[in-house]
């Protein structure tokens, strides 16, 4: 049958509510984050801590496994929240490496395509094209971030001989609300930076640039003025510190010396936060430049 | 043995070094002009730049000079140390150096050096040398800034410690380290952006074993530009924690021992980007 002589008609089936058709971009920002090999192997990497932290509480917590491995008499390791906060640390700068590589996947290339007016002209706004962009690196990184923590944390109090979830239930508090901090801002972070450059490459050189290159600046800034408010721009610092007080751990020695107080880091994050947001703004628009 | 040998000769006396010089000059001209005007580079002198402006803001707001020199010579030597090696070179010969081959591969435009009849060995070391004249600019031009701004806020003083003191000599060794550095980070950039489609996870995982080093068995530690840079620091800086391992020194070398480990590392690892780049091929498609 010659190709002329097809006769068009309009779409039949079942049309997507329109609230909720922005999770078309979701669906589809899923499926090119799990196409690649590397993305499989960076997630299956994210659960190293998380396993490891599994069979630790295992082993304390049960005396034939202790018995089994001799470890009758390990001291100085306790399953508190100085264990937690280590494994979250992991956790957390895992899915850094994680966001580097999955986060300019996701926009850079609509941008490197021009392809925003064709996605834009849909049903679509400018806010439910981030927003669905934003549903998948939130749920990848809740993945491996939070959800792994509470896992811990569970089996711990389920593991525990002592009554120990109520007297430990700020742990649990404190590592969601440490985690939705740091996945909300890494998400940002990388759609915002994304949306900046149009190729992959850069974008995931970017986004380490984007967390070190400011600590070392603001490093500068500390030795050559003598003062701490560099560590401002030191976001994996400002990190530990709230990380630390959300999970009642005791300051470290250089944490004393510095005078940050928790609402100048919030300040200082929210800020970033907001920056991103307006890159976002400015950015993510229906148009297409060209250059002669 | 003689007849190869002299066949080698015949071989080597036949090559056309004159063409060979002028494509290389052209290349690099070429080269050296899209890096160093380009708008994308302008991060890159931001990285180099800023410490000269913190630096200068420094000057201005304390002028009646609270903090001592050898005060700031500590920090001069933890700025050169911890943020130019470890940061500003490191980020900014990434940016630069991945951007020879890899960034033209992905703009889609490497082939029209590819169909030109210049041997490809000399396409690279031109694209090399236009990425040290760039990367050498910004940050030869940023330290010297740093060290002139730092003293220049002491007057007499500070310029009798540049020229009667010790001065003079640190910033000779700076200056040393940065090209150094340049060349060695470049050299490794480059390959990595010829070996990998995405060079920046590569990179990271290079700048972690880059921060291992010092704990790592001494053969381990050659394979490393910081290890080597290390050895030609001329202030040593006292770091406490995990910091301490961007500045400890295991194993004493000497300072031309050092030199040369860069050099032929670099050496070695452009050559190895040369036999690369015979066997390049380029399929858009895949980027």
């Known amino acids: ?292 | 043995m003689r007849e190869r040998l002299e066949e080698a000769k015949k071989w080597a006396a036949r090559q056309p070094y004159r063409l060979w010089w002028v494509q290389l000059r052209a290349v690099v001209r070429l080269e050296a002009k899209r890096n160093v005007l380009a708008w994308r580079s302008l991060w890159i002198y931001f990285l180099g730049f800023i410490p000269v402006v913190i630096i200068g803001l420094h000057t201005i707001v304390d002028p009646a000079k609270a903090s001592g020199m050898g005060e700031d010579t500590m920090v001069l030597a933890g700025i050169f140390q911890l943020y130019y090696i470890r940061l500003g070179i490191f980020f900014g010969c990434l940016g630069i150096f991945s951007r020879l081959i890899r960034g033209e591969m992905v703009e889609r435009s490497l082939h029209y050096y590819l169909l030109a009849p210049v041997r490809r060995e000399i396409l690279l070391l031109g694209k090399f040398i236009a990425g040290c004249i760039t990367a050498l600019m910004i940050f030869e031009s940023a330290v010297f800034l740093s060290f002139t701004l730092i003293y220049a806020h002491y007057g007499a003083a500070g310029q009798a410690f540049v020229m009667d003191g010790p001065g003079l000599g640190q910033l000779e060794a700076y200056m040393g380290i940065t090209a150094l550095a340049c060349l060695g980070y470049g050299s490794i950039f480059m390959l990595l952006s010829m070996l990998f489609k995405n060079p920046t996870p590569a990179a990271m995982i290079f700048m972690g074993w880059e921060f291992i080093n010092p704990i790592l068995p001494s053969l381990l530690q050659k394979i490393s530009i910081a290890s080597y840079l290390r050895h030609l620091m001329p202030v040593s800086m006292p770091m406490h924690g995990v910091l301490a391992l961007l500045t400890v020194v295991t194993e004493p070398v000497r300072p031309w021992a050092a030199t040369m480990g860069v050099l032929v590392l670099t050496a070695v690892v452009v050559g190895i980007s040369c036999y690369r780049m015979r066997k390049l091929e380029i399929r858009y498609t895949t980027e």
């Open chain 1, 1 to 292: 049958m010659s190709v002329y002589k097809r006769t068009y008609h309009s779409y039949m089936g079942e049309v997507t509510p329109l609230r909720t058709r922005f999770l078309v971009l979701t669906r589809y920002g899923f499926s090119d984050v799990w196409s690649s090999r590397i993305t499989n192997i960076l997630f299956a990497m994210c659960f190293l801590p998380t396993v490891i932290g599994l069979v630790m509480i295992y082993v304390m917590n049960s005396d034939v496994a202790k018995l089994l491995l001799g470890a009758q008499n390990i001291r100085g390791l306790t399953i508190d929240q100085r264990f937690f906060f280590g494994v979250m640390q992991s956790q957390c700068w895992l899915a850094l490496i994680l966001t580097a590589w999955i986060g300019p996947r996701l926009i850079s290339a609509d941008m490197s395509d021009n392809a925003l007016p064709i996605l834009l002209s849909r049903p679509i706004t400018r806010w439910e094209y981030v927003l669905g962009k934003l549903i998948v690196l939130w749920t990848m990184l809740s993945a491996v971030t939070w959800a792994p923590l509470l896992l811990l944390w569970g089996f711990q109090a389920y593991n525990a001989k002592q009554p120990w979830a109520a007297a430990n239930l700020f742990i649990a508090g404190g590592m969601v609300a440490g985690s939705l901090i740091w996945v909300a801002l890494l998400s940002l972070v990388a759609l915002a930076l994304s949306s900046w450059v149009k190729w992959r490459v850069v974008g995931t050189g970017l986004i380490f640039g984007a967390i070190f290159i400011p600590a070392g600046v603001g490093g500068v800034f500390n030795a050559v003025m003598r003062t701490d408010k560099g560590f401002l721009l030191n976001i994996p610092f400002m990190m530990t510190i709230l990380w630390h007080r959300l999970l009642r751990v005791p300051a470290l020695f250089f944490e004393q010396r510095v005078s940050l107080s928790l609402p100048e880091i919030s300040i200082a994050l929210a800020l970033m936060c907001a920056a991103c947001v307006l890159v976002l703004h400015r950015r993510i628009r229906a148009r297409e430049v060209v250059r002669g």
